[in-house]
């Protein structure tokens, strides 16, 4: 199966910086786009940023200007480049990739890492 596994969080003040990684593994034929998500204490997972093959990106209001999604096909990496940090970035930060696990199979599927904690003290 296939496997999402992030890294890299932390603890961190306010106005720091930290990177999160996300590193995919199994049968994967191919993925069409790879986003995090993050989820604080109590509250719904939120879309934070998101990009495709073609390296379209989308950000979170919240985070523009501050974050920066990249990722390697190669690989299988993804990372999230998180400058600027705010108490309001706390969460649970998740990786997830819609993905094809075989060729004969054209659907999409999504999966999801088990996550890593980033928190961000004032």
């Known amino acids: 199966q296939v496997q999402l596994v992030e890294s890299g969080g932390g603890l961190v003040q306010a106005g720091g910086s930290l990177r999160v990684s996300c590193a995919a593994s199994?049968?994967?034929?191919?993925?069409?786009?790879v986003g995090w998500y993050r989820q604080p204490p109590g509250e719904q997972r939120e879309l934070v940023a998101f990009?495709?093959?073609?390296?379209?990106?989308i950000y979170a209001d919240s985070v523009k200007g501050r974050f920066t999604i990249s990722w390697d096909n190669v690989k299988l990496m993804v990372w999230l480049q998180m400058n600027s940090l705010k108490p309001e970035d706390t969460a649970v930060y998740y990786c997830?990739?819609?993905?094809?696990?075989?060729?004969?199979?054209?659907?999409?599927?999504?999966?999801w890492g088990q996550g890593t904690q980033v928190t961000v003290s004032s």
């Open positions: 199994g049968s994967i034929f191919s993925i069409n786009a």
């Open positions: 997830n990739a819609d993905l094809r696990i075989t060729r004969a199979d054209p659907k999409l599927y999504s999966y």
């Open positions: 990009i495709t093959t073609g390296g379209a990106t």
